[in-house]
T-cell receptor, first 112, second 115 residues
Framework: EDKVVQSPLSLVVHEGDTVTLNCSYEVTNFRSLLWYKQEKKAPTFLFMLTSSGIEKKSGRLSSILDKKELFSILNITATQTGDSAVYLCAVEAFAGGFKTIFGAGTRLFVKA | GAVVSQHPSRVICKSGTSVKIECRSLDFQATTMFWYRQFPKQSLMLMATSNEGSKATYEQGVEKDKFLINHASLTLSTLTVTSAHPEDSSFYIC???????????FGPGTRLTVT
């Protein structure tokens, strides 16, 4: 059965801290791994990763994929209170058509 | 950018009635649209995948006669919750993708409350 597992499930840090969120997966016919940030409404896209070892960066956020070990990490440096959100990892796989499997999410709370 | 809209953003209906939710891609043509459901403090659960002009593919456990999906054009998909019950109350989110080389863009979601 295809699955995506995120850890930790929740995390509380202070402003300025650096956090690492983990996502491991087991799917057949992997296509891509995506990270989303969800605040009060629908998720907003952060990164799409398809190749191993290539870091993607956007400001204080970065992410990398390891297709051999089947995991990805999302790093946030110098965290701010506005980073408080649920971070979702999703894997796209091909199973008679493309489907997306979401992890349970990591709930991050950044204290001022 | 790629913008996806949903309408309505919030709906309250009585048990036994039907509710239609629209999902539109505003500035691109979406070959594929996805419908998700999200319960409080849980992750997104894929309900169905729809390609324009063909029947939707439903995930296991999702009743296709209860959740009717129509993808009539490259910019519009609708989800109709038929004979809604209180347990159908949830946050319904659609996403759209231009083609298989692009990521999914999410709509803002529709909060359905069935009384």
């Amino acid at each position: 059965e295809d699955k995506v597992v995120q850890s930790p499930l929740s995390l509380v840090v202070h402003e300025g801290d650096t956090v690492t969120l983990n996502c491991s997966y087991e799917v057949t016919n992997f296509r891509s791994l995506l990270w989303y940030k969800q605040e009060k409404k629908a998720p907003t896209f952060l990164f799409m990763l398809t190749s191993s070892g290539i870091e993607k960066k956007s400001g204080r956020l970065s992410s990398i994929l390891d297709k051999k070990e089947l995991f990805s990490i999302l790093n946030i440096t110098a965290t701010q209170t506005g980073d408080s959100a649920v971070y979702l990892c999703a894997v796209e796989a091909f199973a008679g058509g493309f489907k997306t499997i979401f992890g349970a999410g990591t709930r991050l709370f950044v204290k001022a | 950018g790629a913008v996806v809209s949903q309408h309505p953003s919030r709906v309250i209906c009585k048990s036994g009635t039907s509710v239609k939710i629209e999902c539109r891609s505003l500035d691109f043509q979406a070959t594929t649209m996805f419908w998700y459901r999200q319960f409080p403090k849980q992750s997104l659960m894929l309900m169905a995948t729809s390609n324009e002009g063909s029947k939707a593919t439903y995930e296991q456990g999702v009743e296709k006669d209860k959740f009717l999906i129509n993808h009539a054009s490259l910019t519009l998909s609708t989800l109709t919750v038929t004979s809604a019950h209180p347990e159908d109350s949830s946050f319904y989110i659609c996403s759209a993708r231009r083609d298989t080389s692009y990521e999914q863009y999410f709509g803002p979601g529709t909060r359905l409350t069935v009384t």
